[in-house]
């Protein structure tokens, strides 16, 4: 007897797989419709001025939304998903987030597709709703006799029966794939407006890159100025203090020969503390597996470091080994300085063309980027690599960083 199911029961399989994403875009028009009223309410709010701190996050709520429905329905279209490249809203002074909320295209976008989705959704959901009892009574009928004719007209050798997808029912695959067509046209971008954003997500990247640079090189030259040339010029006075006593005083010049040898010394170390700040020998030496343990070992905090993917001996690029060393060197100070933690742990993970970063520790939290910590330093180092940054510091804790860079292996 044959197991292949009836082209009736494989319309209403079909059917029923494309009702289903309708029916969830009934209750997604629903909270479109909620939103756009709370969208409103917020622009006026925020016209009031009183209402400028929930812009931010009410733009937060509307990106998770937008989000959700674009992955869906590059699910039902078995397209591939991309994440949209938002801009951030996670640091920067109030008027700073509430003007990248009003100059990002992408949240005027989500916005409009709000009140459209909350019509269509509910057009498209009821009108399957519908066609159901029609399908089931027209198809019901045709496709039985329709399959009997089949078989009596197949062939001795077995010849498969016509794929039959029935006449009403085979509308609703239809409408659930023009609804993810029109959520993907009208949630994503057109190719010049991605452009125009990457290139603007660049350039403010960039920017970052080139003020933390300066600022690098203003720390050598002040670590040189106040440190190494300070001791220099002590040790230049020292040796011709030690040349005039030399003749009358050849003991105290000794002394004084002595004491530049000990400035000497001082000034060689001085300037290997500036030089590891710029790039640790323990880097080169030992690579990153190696300088991760150094770190960890030095902290005075318990950390347990999880290196996957950087022992076997494959090296990273020079730049990306200095940007993951410098983030958990930085991370790490800040853990044992600030957060009052009794662990921490590092996990680095290495898969092909990414490597991940992540520190965090079990202290109080309240990590903030304005206050100076170093955040800003590790969150634009990242992005001067075309690296994320994502800092979830809580009151009260946890605190974690998690960091991705393109490693091109």
Not at 90 to 114: F, K, Q, Y
Request: charged share 20%.
């Amino acid at each position: 007897m044959s197991t292949t199911p009836t082209p009736l029961t494989l319309a209403i399989r079909r059917s029923w797989d494309a009702s289903r994403y309708l029916f969830i875009g009934i209750a997604i028009a629903l909270l479109a419709y909620v939103g756009t009223f709370l969208v409103v309410a917020v622009l006026l709010f925020a016209a009031a001025i009183i209402g400028l701190p929930a812009l931010p996050e009410a733009a937060k709520v509307l990106r998770r939304f937008a989000e959700f429905e674009r992955r869906r329905a590059a699910a039902r279209l078995g397209v591939p998903f991309t994440p949209t490249p938002y801009p951030s809203l996670d640091r920067g002074e109030l008027s700073e987030r509430v003007r990248r909320v009003l100059t990002d295209p992408t949240v005027w976008r989500d916005a409009l597709w709000l009140p459209i989705q909350a019509l269509m959704g509910n057009v498209l959901g009821y009108l399957t709703m519908v066609l159901w009892p029609v399908g089931l009574l027209v198809d019901g009928a045709a496709l039985s006799v329709v399959h009997l004719l089949d078989r009596r007209s197949a062939d001795k050798y077995g010849t498969p029966h016509p794929v039959r997808q029935g006449w009403v029912l085979r509308w609703h695959p239809v409408l659930a794939d023009l609804s993810a067509s029109w959520t993907l046209s009208l949630l994503t971008s057109s190719p010049s407006t991605a452009l125009a954003d990457r290139i603007a997500q660049l350039t403010e990247s960039r920017a970052g890159a080139v003020e933390a640079h300066g600022a690098e090189l203003r720390r050598i030259e002040r670590d040189l100025h106040d440190g190494a040339q300070a001791r220099i010029v002590a040790l230049s006075m020292r040796i011709g203090l030690a040349k005039q006593l030399l003749d009358r005083d050849p003991a105290a010049a000794r002394i004084r020969l002595d004491e530049a040898q000990d400035g000497a010394e001082e000034a060689l170390a001085e300037l290997r503390h500036v030089v590891r700040g710029i790039h640790p020998p323990v880097l080169t030496d030992r690579g990153l597996a190696g300088a991760v343990r150094a770190l960890a070992a030095d902290v005075g905090v318990p950390v347990t470091a999880e290196l996957d993917g950087v022992e076997d001996g494959r090296r990273l690029p020079a730049a990306i080994e200095a940007a993951a060393y410098f983030v958990i060197a930085e991370a790490l100070t800040n853990i044992s300085k600030h957060s009052g933690a009794t662990a921490a742990t590092v996990r680095i993970d290495r898969t092909p063309g990414t490597l991940r970063v992540a520190i965090g520790d079990d202290g109080h939290g309240g990590a903030d980027e304005r206050a100076g910590s170093g955040l800003v330093g590790i969150r634009r180092r990242i992005a001067a690599l075309d690296g994320t940054t994502r800092i979830n510091s809580p009151t009260g804790g946890p605190t974690e960083i998690e960091v991705e860079l393109p490693c091109g292996s």
